[in-house]
């Protein structure tokens, strides 16, 4: 992640048309996002952030970061999200982001699992996922509250061996 690449996710976070209907949770400040990019880069042994280029443009971003289904030192995962700008949704960039950040952390990490979730009506995402290598796992009900109201969300992921 770079300078471009932050202007570009700070100008995201200043509206829905920016975020997507599913991302936007009210107005976000921004400001730490700087400071993080000249802090470590965003990247750190707890999680990071990637651009994601197209003709060396910045179209999005990928994210991870460390989740936990027990105790952390013997039952983390990274969990991961994207953002793709408006104007490059549904040309395949999302799953193919995901599917390469899947295979670094991998490659990279000791990660058994690597997760994500989306909206159960965030169609376009679930697709995505699947076509990255994600198995679909569950439901998890009214967990993520947006836009007035508890939504329901759908857990995914794709394990080591599979890979």
């Known amino acids: 992640m770079d300078e471009q690449g932050v202007a570009l996710f700070e100008r995201a976070l200043l509206s829905p048309a920016g975020t997507g209907d599913f991302q936007w949770f009210g107005f976000t400040s921004a400001t730490h996002l700087r400071a993080r990019l000249a802090e470590d880069g965003f990247l750190s042994p707890d999680g990071g952030m990637l651009a994601i280029l197209l003709d060396d443009r910045h179209v999005g ?13 013997t039952s983390s995962c990274w969990e991961i999200a994207i953002g793709v700008g408006a104007e490059h949704r549904g040309r395949g960039i999302g799953s193919a982001a995901q599917d390469l950040l899947a295979r670094y952390l991998f490659e990279h990490t000791r990660a058994e699992r690597v997760q994500a979730s989306t909206d159960v009506e965030n169609l376009a995402e679930r697709r995505a996922l699947t076509k990255a290598g994600f198995r679909e796992e569950g439901i998890a009900r009214r967990a993520q509250w947006r836009a007035g109201a508890w939504h329901d969300m759908v857990l995914y992921s794709r394990l080591r061996e599979a890979d």
């Open 61 to 73: 971003r990928v994210e991870w970061f460390a989740r936990s289904w027990g105790r952390p030192a």
